[in-house]
């Protein structure tokens, strides 16, 4: 699942003609990098929420045959925040009404995080105690204190220097199937009570890794991106309609 719903305020005025995964850097809108970095380690079936001009984004991406991956939206009337999006599309989430384990990951973090190495995490989850398994990377500048200690592979609220969230992580569907839906629900209040159950594993991450947050954020890998680009055997996609300089 791709997480598309946010209003993006801290990018505004460019979100407020686009949606934020539509917002492109390096030629490509930040959405279309996850999806083709998902299709290549083989998910294919995806889920997508979608509120704030959803409707550009359910144009532009369609049933995702152009990447070579099946899309199923679920629509939300207003944002309802990571864990009432999660919620809101379990119905496509558990197709035969069973648990399963979902990849869930920003539309507007780009990273060369490689998603194949989370397949071997799916039958231990299912298999239990261990519910959920977050990837983590360095803190970045403007979260110094970081999120969760890492220790052994099993996160923890202490007992350790702290790591940020990388939002990219896979969760058992049955965590969200006692929470209301079609309410705005944070995830991060029941990542304490999930982590103190011993419920939670985890993995560092330290390669490339932007959330995209401010224009600022995009300008810098904008250029990061064309620039490697323009190095002899590189290339890039040509810039489309939505390139998020025409709205600045």
Not at 52 to 77: C, F, T, Y
Not at 89 to 110: F, H, M, Q, T, W
Request: with cysteine; proline share 9%.
């Amino acid at each position: 699942m791709l997480l598309a719903a946010g209003r993006g305020e801290r990018m505004r005025p460019l979100t407020d003609a686009l949606p934020k995964p539509l917002l492109e850097a390096g030629g490509e809108a930040l959405i279309e990098w996850q999806i083709e970095r998902l299709a290549r380690a083989g998910f294919t079936e995806i889920v997508i929420n979608h509120a704030h001009l959803g409707g550009m984004l359910v144009a532009r991406l369609g049933d995702g045959s152009r990447h070579g991956v099946r899309i199923r939206w679920s629509p939300e009337p207003e944002p309802l925040e990571t864990a009432g999006g999660i919620v809101q599309a379990l119905p496509l989430l558990e197709p035969e009404g069973r648990p399963e384990v979902v990849l869930v990951a920003s539309a507007d973090v780009y990273c060369d995080y490689d998603f194949a190495r989370l397949r071997g995490h799916e039958a231990r989850l299912l298999a239990g105690p261990a519910r959920l398994h977050l990837v983590m990377v360095p803190n970045p500048p403007y979260h110094p204190g970081g999120d969760f200690a890492l220790v052994d592979g099993t996160l923890r609220a202490e007992g350790g220097p702290k790591l940020t969230f990388g939002n990219i992580g896979l969760y058992r569907t049955d965590l969200f199937r006692p929470l209301p839906r079609g309410e705005k629900l944070r995830l991060t209040p029941y990542y304490a009570e999930w982590i103190g159950r011993g419920w939670a594993t985890g993995e560092l991450y330290a390669g490339r890794w932007h959330n995209v947050g401010t224009a600022d954020d995009l300008a810098r890998l904008d250029a990061e991106l064309r620039g490697e680009a323009a190095l002899p055997g590189r290339h890039t996609a040509p810039p489309t309609t939505t390139n998020p300089r025409e709205h600045e």
